[in-house]
């Protein structure tokens, strides 16, 4: 079991490390603190195989910078594209999108970050291991049991809420897709024209026709209830967070919805700014 035990607190040690380049990157890329995490604590799963994947796998090329480069840039890249491909398969949601890099691969990984993961590769054999390998080592053997069923008690709570909040952001993008087609089609019957849904009622508040008066209640009915179910989503925690962390995120089944909630996720967060910024004046 020590040697259990000794592999978990790396995976810890990988994620966390994973977890803290990640929010650096993010925070100096949109010039703001980002918890870049899939997860709400500080762990990056992905980093963490991947850390394990080049210290164990690649062993036998540890003391050749090259190979070691290489095959941990393939490697890694391989594990970010199998990655991206299972959660966009299990959330219908892609993640990180690299198209507009060169040389991607259907925008799930690019050269520029293979590149980056191979010299990562290097710095998580040669200088982060020997270092990580000693603090294990120092940590008491009766310890390391509490230690590391503690840590997992919290990494797996962790990943419960995570997948319950993305599953719960899917129900409500359901929802408000029915809502948003029935809504969109009463107003297109309506207004004879395809328009987007914001257009449709911008018109029809304009409209004081007579047939529009008829049809008023109802359709306001379901323009509520459609904007109370955005609102809904940015009101919780978890939603934000992941939005905030993730700004680039598509759903390949809500994407029109998830555009909506995100816009009222940018007025929700502009909003909280203004209110600071009146507070700070007062």
Known sequence: ????????????????????????????????????????????????????????????????????????????????????????????????DYSNFPLNIGGRVCLLFSLIFGALSVVAVRLLYPPFAAMVGRVPAQVKPWLVWGLLAVFVADCAATVQAILTLNGKLAELRRITQELRQRLEALQG?????????????????????????????LAARWEAGKESVTQKFQHRRIMDAFPGMRSTKYQEQLADVKAAFVEFKNKKIKIGESEKKS
């Open 193 to 221: 024209e395809a328009l987007s849904i914001q257009e449709h009622l911008e018109r029809f508040q304009a409209d004081r026709s007579e047939k529009s008066a008829e049809l008023r209640k109802g359709l306001e009915e």
């Open 1 to 96: 079991m020590q040697a259990f035990y000794d592999l978990a607190l790396y995976f810890f040690m990988f994620g966390f490390c994973g977890w803290a380049c990640e929010c650096i990157y993010c925070s100096l890329d949109q010039k703001k603190l980002v918890n870049r995490g899939f997860l709400n604590g500080p762990i990056c799963p992905v980093y963490s195989f991947g850390g394990l994947l080049v210290v164990y796998v690649l062993e036998p090329v540890q003391d050749n910078i090259v190979l070691l480069f290489l095959l941990g840039m393939v490697s890694t890249t391989a594990l970010e594209y199998l990655t991206s491909l299972t959660l966009e398969k299990l959330f219908k949601t892609s993640w990180w």
